[in-house]
């Protein structure tokens, strides 16, 4: 079975600081991979996505992926209490469905 | 760009009565679009995947008499769900597939609509 593993937090993190957030997977064969944050009582929306191994950064996000370990990050630089959130990892394991993780809620704390 | 919606935004029905969700994606055309339920704390749960033209395609578990899915056109699927009962109250989100260029590749990627927040009483 396809699994995508989060830790389920809450990670709480300083404003100012940088907040690490980590997922594994179980599918070798995956090729692209999505970061997206969930406020409380709202949908989904996109931070970004990855394919190649490396960082690939946009604004005080970067996501990092190793393919060989299986595992991709997010990063938040400069972290504000607006951050705070659900942050869901999702995998696309060459088919038409995402396989999403269970999340990691992230505090930012003044 | 990418830009979904869902209509309604929230209901509230009696039991017994059908409830029709709208999913649009505004500004691109969607082959695919997928129906997502997600309970109060708990982690999205994928129902079905919407196919244009074609029959949906449903997860392992979920009802397909009761949920029903059109996808009748590129930009507008359809979750109704037929005489709901007190435990069909959650939060119903679509997704649309989009492609997503960054970095030189092309990326098919799942924007989500505002979601539909069903109540049946």
């Known amino acids: 079975q396809k699994e995508v593993e989060q830790n389920s937090g809450p990670l709480s993190v300083p404003e100012g600081a940088i907040a690490s957030l980590n997922c594994t997977y179980s599918?070798?064969?995956?090729?692209?991979f999505f970061w997206y944050r969930q406020y409380s009582g709202k949908s989904p929306e996109l931070i970004m996505f990855?394919?190649?191994?490396g960082d690939k950064e946009d604004g005080r996000f970067t996501a990092q992926l190793n393919k060989a370990s299986q595992y991709v990050s997010l990063l938040i630089r400069d972290s504000q209490p607006s951050d705070s959130a659900t942050y869901l990892c999702?995998?696309?394991?060459?088919?038409?469905?995402?396989?999403f993780g269970t999340g990691t809620r992230l505090q930012v704390f003044p | 760009g990418a830009v979904v919606s869902q209509h309604p935004s929230w209901v509230i029905c009696k039991s017994g009565t059908s409830v029709k969700i709208e999913c649009r994606s505004l500004?691109?055309?969607?082959?695919?679009m997928f129906w997502y339920r997600q309970f109060p704390k708990q982690s999205l749960m994928l129902m079905a995947t919407?196919?244009?033209?074609?029959?949906?395609?449903?997860e392992q578990g979920v009802e397909k008499d009761k949920f029903l899915i059109n996808h009748a056109s590129l930009t507008l699927s359809t979750l109704t769900v037929t005489s709901a009962h007190p435990e069909d109250s959650s939060f119903y989100i679509c997704?649309?597939?989009?492609?997503?260029?960054?970095?030189?590749?092309?990326?098919?990627?799942?924007?989500f609509g505002p979601g539909t927040r069903l109540t049946v009483l």
């Open positions: 997704s649309a597939r989009d492609w997503s260029s960054g970095g030189g590749a092309d990326t098919d990627t799942q924007y």
């Open positions: 599918d070798r064969g995956s090729q692209s």
């Open positions: 990855i394919y190649s191994n």
């Open positions: 999702a995998v696309n394991p060459n088919t038409d469905k995402l396989i």
């Open positions: 500004d691109f055309q969607a082959t695919t």
């Open positions: 919407s196919n244009e033209g074609s029959k949906a395609t449903y």
